[in-house]
């Protein structure tokens, strides 16, 4: 598999923020391997020549709901891909999207400003690992993994940033990366974003839907705190890391060696 830069990027036509998991640095040395595990955004707009970019690749994991599915269209798969749909809620942004058509600048403020926005995002995040629904879902992903059969496999959601960045965060952890390591590569969605997002936030501005765009920087970025808030709520809840893996995701030893192999090669 070729990749783009030296972070394991894979510059698509229809999609922006697919990363590999490899290359990544582990804890008293060496790193984890090229090619097993891949991190993405939606694969709905993926091009003929983006499929067979993505070729050899077995298994997507795709963590959208069903409403996602239905707006943004189904996964485009690679040949001989199996898809498990394994939806996890991203918050409710049918509110979002109804204040920016409401053109109202006012409630746009009420709604977004004052570190509304930002708060939104740090409890989505908690809620990753508060809510019984979620984890299950991210335990059933995390199983996928630790099943060598079906490697090499690519997981995403809609922008690569939120559930995907949970997901590769938790991956990260087990495979041994030191927790900076882990936030700089949840914090390069920001990078592979910032192009079409710029654009978007100029559209809103120019078209006259909002005001102040700015507003909606914290739902469009990744920032320290809406990983921190899941990190948190994991340790908080459960005393560890170690103790959220085995008793919220249901994560044995056993699973856990599995799984630190599919990222170690």
């Avoid at 394991?8 to 640095?25: Q, T």
């Avoid at 939120?162 to 969605?189: F, K, N, Q």
């Avoid at 501005?205 to 914290?218: I, T, V, W, Y």
Wanted: contains cysteine; proline residues 4%; hydrophobic residues 40%.
């Amino acid at each position: 598999m070729r990749f783009d830069d030296e972070y394991g990027h894979i510059a698509l036509d229809g999609a922006e923020n697919v990363r590999d998991l490899g290359g990544i640095p582990l804890t008293g040395g060496g790193e984890t391997a090229h090619g097993r595990l891949l991190r993405a955004d939606a694969l709905n707009k993926l091009s003929d020549a983006d499929l067979e970019r993505l070729s050899g690749v077995r298994t997507v994991v795709d963590l959208r709901t069903d409403l996602e599915v239905r707006t943004n269209g189904a996964d485009r798969l690679p040949a001989g891909a199996e898809l498990v749909r394994l939806p996890v809620a991203g918050g409710d942004l049918d509110v979002f999207y109804e204040v920016i058509g409401s053109g109202d600048p006012a409630r746009q403020e009420q709604i977004f400003g004052d570190g509304r926005c930002e708060h939104v995002l740090v409890e989505i995040n908690r809620n990753f690992v508060a809510m019984p629904i979620e984890r299950e879902k991210f335990a059933a992903a995390l199983h996928r993994v630790a099943d060598a059969a079906s490697l090499p496999l690519l997981f995403h959601c809609t922008a690569g940033k939120d559930r995907t960045g949970w997901m590769a965060a938790i991956l990260l952890t087990i495979a041994g990366a030191p927790r900076p390591v882990v936030m700089e590569d949840y914090m390069r969605s920001n990078h592979y974003h910032r192009e079409s997002y710029g654009k978007l936030l100029a559209f809103l501005g120019d078209s006259g839907q909002m005001k102040n765009p700015e507003l909606l920087r914290p739902l469009l970025e990744q920032r320290p705190a809406y990983l921190e808030a899941a990190f948190d709520e994991a340790e908080r809840t459960y005393g560890s890391f170690e103790a959220f893996l085995s008793r919220g995701l249901d994560l044995d030893e056993a699973a856990r060696a599995r799984v630190r192999a599919a990222l170690r090669g």
